[in-house]
């Protein structure tokens, strides 16, 4: 069971809008501002799309952004396009001894 | 450009011993906190090890702690993972990345570790 837990799956059709949830507790998400989501496609290494909550890494689209309320991160990924569909995955500094967890990772796809 | 490339993955027997290597290139490697993570086949990622530049602070997960040693030598431009006791559970691709903040920035492609007898 992994520490950030996300939606295993979520689907949206191209142009539409989707966001993914990833709740922690005080102890990590709730805790901190560094939260980060990461794209990944099949057989492929993962990506950074967002970091400190709401940060694009340089060439990373607009279309993806990143907020926190509370123990919830969101990612939302705005005018779906074919190429959006991979897994992403959420990750939080801890305060716990782990130091960083991750979520369980959430299959996007673009219908 | 960046470019982490991973090595020393392969099938080991449970409680046998394997050793990973990671060149890293395109950047002050002496400068960058370095991490370990990994990914069971069709499962989501785990957080395995990190070391700070000059190697003085590492943490583990509780799942290798006692069983898993990370490295550097930054001479050389490179991150270690050495794993001794392994065990089935202990298969994984993995994939070292360098750390910026509390952020992996890039990635390496991965090696695979299969623990089978």
């Known amino acids: 069971q992994s520490a950030l837990t996300q939606p295993a799956s979520v689907s949206g059709s191209p142009g539409q809008s989707i966001t993914i949830s990833c709740t922690g507790t005080?102890?990590?998400?709730?805790?901190?501002?560094?939260v980060s989501w990461y794209q990944q496609h099949p057989g492929k290494a993962p990506k950074l799309m967002i970091y400190?909550?709401?940060n694009r890494p340089s060439g990373v689209s607009n279309r993806f952004s990143g907020s926190k309320s509370g123990n919830t991160a969101s990612l939302t990924i705005s005018g779906l396009q074919a190429e959006d569909e991979a897994d992403y995955y959420c990750?939080?500094?801890?305060?716990?001894?782990?130091?960083?967890?991750f979520g369980g990772g959430t299959k996007l796809t673009v219908l | 450009q960046v470019q982490l490339v991973e090595s020393g993955g392969g099938l080991v027997k449970p409680g046998g011993s394997l050793r990973l290597s990671c060149a890293a290139s395109?950047?002050?490697?002496?400068?960058?906190?370095m991490s370990w993570i990994r990914q069971a086949p069709g499962k989501g990622l785990e957080w395995v090890s990190y070391i700070s530049s000059s190697g003085s602070t590492i943490y583990y997960a509780d799942s290798v702690k006692g069983r898993f040693t990370i490295s550097r030598d930054n001479a050389k431009n490179s991150l270690y993972l050495q794993m001794n006791s392994l065990r089935a559970e202990d298969t994984a691709v993995y994939y070292c990345?360098?750390?910026?903040?509390?952020?992996?920035?890039?990635w390496g492609q991965g090696t695979l570790v299969t623990v089978s007898s």
């Open positions: 990345a360098r750390v910026v903040g509390h952020d992996l920035d890039y």
């Open positions: 400190e909550v709401s």
């Open positions: 005080s102890s990590d998400v709730g805790g901190y501002n560094y």
């Open positions: 395109g950047f002050t490697f002496s400068d960058y906190y």
């Open positions: 990750s939080s500094y801890t305060s716990s001894s782990t130091y960083v967890v």
